[in-house]
């Protein structure tokens, strides 16, 4: 707390604008804004690596925080204070940090699969802002941050090559899928079959938002399970096209999965399902939408741009 709370003594309007800002580029939100972007318009290989990295780090996040059940730093200590507008976003355990997570697994991975020098130095410098942002706001403890930065970095190196080798060879990729899918699984049983009841009543919101994580991350998986061999068989989209048509498959295709997203869990909540397991249907949809439908709208779109052209 003592690194904190020097933090906290150097806190000023400005700053604090500064590195809230900083702290969004870990959120849930820009992750999949970026790795489906580089999904669909830039390489699909490194957009898989970085959904892949994505997946797994929050699956070992989620379960450590489970497992380990560290409240957040001004719970610890009531005379500490952090900055209120990060608060909203500050739910949940405290350790690791999953807004680090994210960012350092985004971001660092996009640095590795590069060979553009200055985008390198951009995502490292950004990641490195983002992290301690966390700890600025007060929001996270050195270790909380530590313990994030080292698994996604550890993630980035380990899985590099594993998806640069599974990404074209089917067979080698669907074995792989079943290694997360059962990873996805078996933190469902444990979320879900786990007796957390004597923590008692001020966990009971922590523990529903570790497994409402668990289905999600179970159905997101499974959901690229089922778009990988349409894609493979008939889809193979390309990602290259003119600069418009990029924008359009962007804005219109981070539309769909919004609406999707919501849509679906408007829809659940006003018939009264309102079962966690409604997750995995839901980011099942996301993902299955934005791997194997969405991808179906690029050839027209490219015809677009020739008609255009001529």
Known sequence: MAVLYWL????????????QLFTHLGSEVLFLVIALTVFWCVDKREGIYLLFIGFIGTVINQFLKLVYRIPRPWVQDPNFTIVESARADAGGYSFPSGHTQNVVGTLGGIARWTKRKWLRIVCI?????????????GVHTPLDVGVSFVLAAVLIFVLYPIVRKTADNP?????????????AFAFVLYANLTDFS??????AANVAEG????YSLFGGMLGYLIAYPLDQKYIRFEEKAVWWVQILKTVLGLACVLAIKEGLKLVFNAVGFTWLGTNAIRYCAVVFFAAA???LAFPRLRRLSKKDAA
């Open 8 to 19: 906290e003594s150097i806190r000023n309007p400005v700053l604090d604008f500064i590195m």
């Open 211 to 214: 497994r409402k994580n668990s």
């Open 125 to 137: 410098v950004l990641l490195l802002l983002t992290s301690f942002s966390r700890m600025y706001l």
């Open 198 to 203: 004597m923590l008692g009543q001020e966990a």
């Open 293 to 295: 439908i969405w991808p």
């Open 171 to 183: 067979k080698l990729m669907y074995v792989l899928l079943g290694v997360l899918i059962s990873i």
